[in-house]
């Protein structure tokens, strides 16, 4: 039931780029993506609705095709500050509010 | 500034006793969610409620109950405490087509 998330975890240099991919076996009608540093409450970064639109948030974009019931996170150019780990979450079918949440990727940018 | 309060940010508990999770919301959101966090798993659903004295169970709800009797308030009861229960747990909040606001989490450890 769960989306499920690759990869676990990665770790990067400052500036270079990331994919994050989620993954849904259920169809899919919007997703979110959510940022948690450690320690402190998930946060809001970008809702991707039907539609393969893409949104971005600083140098961090989304994209949703919901033909593949997926969605991929693009973070550019990252920085220290991108470190935490990224939870997407997608409605369950009919319920548009009741929000489920991928597995996580846990993302670390080093100097 | 939204807020989702989490009555306690560290808890300890007996094997065994009944445990109260408290959550208070202050945006007048319809909808409000109990989440599991434990490593590798993401955030998993246990409850979710959709309205005053309205609940849904989520993916892993065995062992735990909710109650709302205010639209702000939110709470999640294990009826009996057991070691496996150890975890954090994430309360959020989220309005019809909005995104979903976190409280700071709880951390329960049950020995």
């Known amino acids: 039931q769960q989306p499920v998330q690759s990869p676990q975890a990665v770790i990067l240099r400052e500036g270079e780029d990331a994919v994050i991919n989620c993954s849904s076996s259920?169809?899919?009608?919007?997703v979110h993506w959510y940022r948690q540093k450690h320690g402190e409450a998930p946060v809001f970064l970008m809702i991707l609705l039907k539609g393969g639109e893409q949104k971005g948030h600083e140098k961090i974009s989304a994209s949703f095709n919901e033909k593949k019931q997926q969605s991929s996170l693009y973070l550019t150019a990252s920085q220290l500050s991108y470190s935490g780990t990224y939870f997407c979450?997608?409605?369950?079918?009919?319920?548009?509010?009741?929000?489920?949440f991928g597995t996580g990727t846990r993302l670390q940018v080093t100097l | 500034d939204v807020k989702v309060t989490q009555s306690s940010r560290y808890l300890v508990k007996r094997t065994g006793e009944k445990v109260f999770l408290e959550c208070v919301q202050d945006?007048?959101?319809?909808?409000m969610f109990w989440y599991r966090q434990d490593p590798g798993l993401g955030l998993r659903l246990i409850y979710f409620?959709?309205?005053?004295?309205?609940?849904e169970k989520g993916d892993i709800p065995e062992g735990y109950s909710v109650s709302r009797e205010k639209k702000e308030r939110f709470s999640l009861i294990l009826e009996s405490a057991s070691t496996n229960q150890t975890s954090m747990y994430l309360c959020a909040s989220k309005g019809f087509r909005s995104e979903a606001f976190f409280g700071q989490g709880t951390r329960l450890t049950v020995v």
């Open positions: 979450g997608t409605p369950r079918t009919g319920t548009a509010s009741k929000l489920t």
């Open positions: 945006m007048d959101h319809e909808n």
């Open positions: 259920k169809a899919l009608y919007s």
């Open positions: 409620s959709y309205d005053v004295k309205m609940k």
